[in-house]
């Protein structure tokens, strides 16, 4: 139904349609007065009448743009909750009562405007709920790249807090599996910084949170009374807690902790979407807790092994001095095929062993090998004045495992006697020991033999031989002198290089032969690869030296 005015030509088709149209309609004139509308314009405008002032029957939003509209030379404003286009004829969102409406003007040519009103309250929720899902979407990617640039677990807590309090809540715990008897909480208000503590509670008080912690479904936030929430749970300063939920933070295989959110009276409860957005999120941050935490505990592991089989720092024995140095095949790596030990003997006065091998391969398989045989060695000490029979009850269990590596080795047995050392020294298919005299000379002991765990049989030759005060025996891998470098590359460090650098030391510690040794191999490299070294320097310490500046302390070596 429409005014009598517009029942006359052109106006009569056009009210005709207007009628007829399922959504609402109304003209007005450029002073702002109601010319025209339909049915649907008055169901939705209650009090729409020909001839009244459109300000007193639409929303500010539309009147603005009204008057906009038929104001020469101004385009429609912008209105706070509104959308204008800067073109005359552009539509206009807004809000009538509690819907969403497009107004699309027309220009008349009798300077009339008419306006369509189209109901866009549900284009206007799903493009809201895209927004949404893009934000959140936008979100978890980078909380979990944020979370997943990190294998330390406290960092991934508080990483986890931090996010959860700016965007899901205004504060969150992070709680880890109970340690012993205590919990692991890091809290964080929003706009806060996280704060670690732990905390001797029982979780199964809290409701929800023990099956949380179990890893079983969440409880539903509406069966959480927010007044029972313990005080070790809520942050100082943060007020009466309106609304909690309690997700798990599920991990690999096993719970990685739990994620509790908390809102403040007054404000607005969990709603069930956000429910389900904070277990996607907790599922994310849980995965990168369990890893962190996997990790931790492979690194504490390795670090116990790695113990046991990085060769022992050397130091004086029995009135012998030694020195070892190690360097991996690579940098990264802090174990390899190589190894070395000093045995010192069960009875004072009798002959400490040493040992040094080279297994086939390098990096840490060959170190697991490596372990098994210093423990073999080791096993074989009380035969140590035997150096054939250790080589070949050595190759004999090796044969008899499932490696199919082989080792070369050598062995020192090292007794003081007077101010000289006396050394037996026996090469299973290893590199010849050698002597460094106090004349410069350098010797090369005489003993050969065949590699431990090639064969059925592993002869080798033992040899004798005396150091006196000064002299040193350098027992070494084949990574120091087939290492590749120097000025052109390629070119191996050699053992006439070697023994050269040998030459230079006399009368050096062996502590500082040693540092000698791998700091001019370690030149000669560079930056390229090489296998993994091993340097053992047995010395016959001087028997005089001066007294130090404060008369306790060993001063330098006079003869």
Not at 218 to 230: C, G, L, M, N
Not at 236 to 254: A, K, M, R
Not at 323 to 350: L, T
Not at 403 to 410: E, K, M
Request: aromatic share 4%.
């Amino acid at each position: 139904m429409v005014s009598t005015q517009a029942q006359t030509g052109a106006g009569t088709e056009q009210a005709s349609l207007w009628g007829d149209a399922p959504y609402p309609v109304l003209v007005a004139d450029a002073q702002g007065a109601v010319v025209q509308h339909n049915d649907a314009a008055n169901l939705l405008l209650p009090g729409t009448r020909a001839g009244t002032r459109l300000v007193d029957v639409v929303p500010a939003w539309l009147s603005a743009a009204h008057a906009a509209l038929c104001s020469p030379g101004q385009a429609p404003g912008r209105t706070p909750g509104t959308s204008t286009g800067q073109e005359p004829n552009a539509p206009l969102t807004g809000m009538i009562g509690e819907r969403a409406f497009e107004a699309h003007p027309s220009l008349r040519d009798d300077g009339t405007v008419a306006w369509w009103l189209v109901d866009d309250t549900d284009h206007l929720l799903a493009r809201k709920a895209l927004r949404m899902e893009r934000k959140r979407t936008a979100f978890l990617a980078e909380a979990s790249s944020t979370l997943l640039s990190s294998l330390n677990l406290g960092r991934c807590m508080d990483v986890t807090a931090e996010l959860a309090a700016e965007h899901l809540a205004d504060a969150a715990l992070v709680i880890a599996p109970t340690y012993g008897r205590r919990l692991p909480v890091v809290t964080c208000l929003r706009g806060g910084t996280p704060v670690l503590a732990h905390e001797s509670v029982d979780p199964d008080e809290v409701p929800g949170l023990g099956e949380a912690l179990r890893g079983f479904p969440p409880v539903p936030s509406r069966w959480i009374d927010p007044s029972t929430a313990p005080a070790w749970m809520v942050p100082e300063g943060f007020g009466t807690v309106g609304s909690i939920v309690i997700t798990p933070l599920p991990g690999h295989g096993v719970p990685a902790g739990a994620l509790v959110l908390l809102r403040r009276s007054g404000g607005a409860a969990f709603t069930e979407s956000e429910e389900v957005f904070a277990r996607l999120f907790a599922a994310r941050a849980g995965a990168a807790m369990s890893a962190a935490r996997l990790y931790a505990e492979q690194t504490s592991i390795t670090e116990v092994l790695m113990r046991e089989l990085l060769p022992p720092s050397l130091h004086q024995i029995s009135g012998v001095d030694y020195a070892g140095g190690y360097r991996p095949s690579a940098d990264h790596e802090r174990v390899g095929g190589d190894f070395y030990d000093v045995h010192p003997a069960a009875v004072e006065g009798e002959a400490s062993l040493v040992a040094l091998g080279d297994v086939c391969g390098k990096g840490l398989e060959a170190a697991v090998l490596t372990g098994k045989i210093r423990n073999t060695l080791h096993a074989l000490l009380p035969l140590a004045d035997d150096h054939q029979r250790m080589i070949s009850l050595l190759n004999t269990a090796l044969l008899n495992s499932h490696h199919a590596r082989f080792v070369t080795l050598v062995l020192a047995s090292a007794v003081r006697e007077g101010n000289a050392v006396n050394l037996r020294l026996t090469s299973a298919g290893h590199l010849s020991p050698l002597i460094v005299r106090a004349s410069g000379t350098v010797e090369e002991a005489e003993t050969r033999g065949t590699l431990v765990g090639a064969m059925p049989e592993a002869p080798a030759r033992t040899t004798s031989v005396t150091l006196a005060p000064g002299e040193s025996c350098v027992l070494y891998t084949d990574g120091i002198t087939e290492a590749e470098g120097g000025p052109m590359g390629g070119t191996q460090f050699g053992e006439e290089r070697l023994r050269r650098v040998l030459s230079e030391c006399v009368g050096m510690p062996s502590e500082s032969i040693v540092e000698r040794v791998q700091m001019l191999a370690s030149q000669w490299v560079g930056k390229g690869r090489h296998d993994d070294m091993a340097v053992v320097v047995i010395s016959a310490p001087r028997t005089h030296h001066l007294s130090a500046v404060n008369g306790h302390t060993r001063g330098r070596f006079t003869a």
